[in-house]
């Protein structure tokens, strides 16, 4: 935009100036922006490394289950399925050693901290609020409404969807882990309970994939929401998972 747009020959602004710059707006529109501090560091930074593992995990972990037709020569000569566990392992662990350190934070850290693993369950205006969001999603409402953490819809995936989710995959993962790592090994003395309660080694891989399509689909949702609301929303949200900061467009309406 630019200051000497739809100016007059005069140099005043015509009556029917558009909006020319900023501090215009403001006063024509008594628009206000403001801005709050929500998401500290360490969950910023847990954000990003935790999403990198997370794409690594599916990729690989579908290759374990559906892997690539079998490479010529001699089998001793090709290590590619060793690799693609091997990279999966590795992802397995960041992703398990951060969610300890999320749940760290959780204790220690701000408010919005807190809001992946507890949810206001016996709040009704929490629920009545989560169908107010959902009507949003939907079209079916015209204007946002403005929350400083997580909207009560997307709190309400991260919780169940989310967080149940990864920890489910860390607790069988663990335990299809413990198979190869041995009796005896502390793999085995944590988790290797989790096989017989799923019946047996079969169905453990089984459920464990499941578990991938639904954080899959935790996914493709999240970032289309993500994207969705920082279009339609009024408010910033993919840059507040990088810098910290939520700016709330135009407040003062
Ligand atoms: C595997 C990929 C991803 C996973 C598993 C994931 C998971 C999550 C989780 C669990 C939270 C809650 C964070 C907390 O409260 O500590 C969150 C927040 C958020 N994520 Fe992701 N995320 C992923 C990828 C992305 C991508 C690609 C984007 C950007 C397009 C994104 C944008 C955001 C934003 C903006 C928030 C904050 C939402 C809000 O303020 O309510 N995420 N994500
Ligand atoms: C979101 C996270 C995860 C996803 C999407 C994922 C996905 C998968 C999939 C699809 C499989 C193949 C299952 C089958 O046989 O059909 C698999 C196998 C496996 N995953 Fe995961 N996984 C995740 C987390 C973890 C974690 C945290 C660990 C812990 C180290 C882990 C360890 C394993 C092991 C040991 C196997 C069996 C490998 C084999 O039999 O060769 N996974 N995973």
Redesign the pocket.
């Known amino acids: 935009m630019t200051a000497h747009a739809n100016q007059s020959p005069l140099g005043k602004p015509a009556d029917d100036d558009e909006i020319a710059d900023l501090a215009t707006a403001r006063n024509h529109l008594q628009v206000r922006q403001t801005a709050i501090y929500?998401?500290e560091w360490p969950?910023r930074l847990?954000?990003w490394i935790?999403?990198?593992a997370?794409?690594v995990l599916a990729a690989t972990g579908y290759l374990i289950a559906s892997p690539l037709p079998s490479l010529p020569g001699e089998a001793s000569q090709h290590f590619l399925m060793g690799y693609i566990r091997f990279a999966h392992f590795t992802a397995g662990f960041v992703m398990a050693i951060g969610m300890v350190g999320?749940i760290y934070w959780a204790f220690v850290g701000n408010v919005?901290?807190r809001?992946?693993f507890i949810l206001p369950f016996w709040s009704g205006k929490f629920w009545r609020e989560v169908l107010v969001e959902a009507q949003w999603y939907a079209f079916l409402r015209d204007y946002p409404k403005k929350?400083i953490?997580?909207?009560p819809l997307?709190q309400l995936a991260?919780v169940t969807i989310?967080?149940g989710g990864?920890l489910f995959m860390i607790v069988t993962g663990f335990a299809l882990y413990s198979e190869g790592a041995g009796q005896g090994t502390w793999f085995d003395t944590l988790f290797g309970w989790v096989i017989p309660l799923a019946g047996n080694s079969q169905n453990l891989h089984t459920i464990h994939h499941i578990g991938m399509w639904v954080?899959i689909c935790?996914?493709i949702i999240?970032?289309y929401a993500?994207?969705r609301?920082?279009i339609m929303s009024r408010q910033s949200?993919?840059s507040?998972?990088v810098s910290g900061w939520?700016m709330f467009k135009d407040d003062g309406k």
């Open positions: 929500v998401y969950v847990w954000h935790n999403a990198a997370i794409v999320r919005h901290a809001q992946m929350y953490g997580h909207n997307a991260m989310y967080s990864s954080i935790f996914v999240h970032v993500a994207v609301e920082d949200m993919i507040t998972m939520r």
